[in-house]
């Protein structure tokens, strides 16, 4: 098969994304695959080659380790030639439509929140995972145990939003331990265990 790995969205998780893509592409290559890894919001920009010749091209070494900084998204957006808003990065999509499906390998709000998937369905573009509408109701944690919580156990939960006049309360009145974590976030990209109440409030500030 002729697949595309689409990776490093634009979201804290793109360095988790780029290594995850990278990963995949080696072991679809391995078993016999003609396998293309795009960055999604970079795109093709500086690439003067077909199109054809990315089914096989190398990849970084040093994608494959995850660096513990979160990436600097507004460097990343200033460095893209083609200032767009867009997600899709200069010739990701006409890529896509050559391949017989497209691997998702992106993590976070850029690309497990349905928005991508809806991009590609679209455009008829087959890929793996859940479809666009289940992708969006999975990326909201408050929504998703609501939507389960008679047919799923899961750990009581609170969704807040945390402002410098509620945050002292908030700190006063939340049983401990606890676990601190975004609403829209995946991997595990700004999850805190707070112990007492000190890390608690560090975490609520962060």
């Known amino acids: 098969m002729k697949i595309v790995v689409l990776a490093g969205g634009l979201s804290d998780e793109r360095n988790v994304s780029l290594s995850s893509g990278t990963l995949i592409t080696e072991a679809q290559r391995r078993t016999g695959h003609r396998v293309a890894l795009v960055v999604l919001y970079m795109g093709l920009e500086g690439y003067d080659g077909t199109m054809e010749a990315l089914f096989g091209a190398p990849m970084p070494e040093d994608w494959k380790r995850v660096s513990r900084e979160a990436p600097d998204l507004k460097k990343i957006k200033a460095e893209r030639q083609w200032q767009s808003e867009s997600y899709f990065g200069v010739g990701v999509l006409e890529l896509c439509q050559q391949a017989d499906i497209v691997f998702l390998a992106l993590h976070g709000n850029c690309g497990e929140d349905g928005r991508v998937q809806a991009t590609l369905e679209a455009f008829g573009i087959p890929f793996t995972g859940a479809d666009y509408l289940s992708s969006a109701i999975a990326m909201d944690k408050d929504l998703t145990k609501r939507l389960v919580e008679k047919l799923v156990v899961t ?49 609520l500030r962060e």
């Open 155 to 203: 750990p009581r939960w609170q969704t807040v939003t945390v402002t410098e006049e509620n945050r002292e309360q908030l700190i006063r009145e939340t049983a401990l331990p606890v676990v601190v974590k975004p609403i829209a976030s995946g991997s595990s990209i700004g999850v805190y265990i707070a112990k007492d109440r000190r890390e608690l409030d560090a975490a």
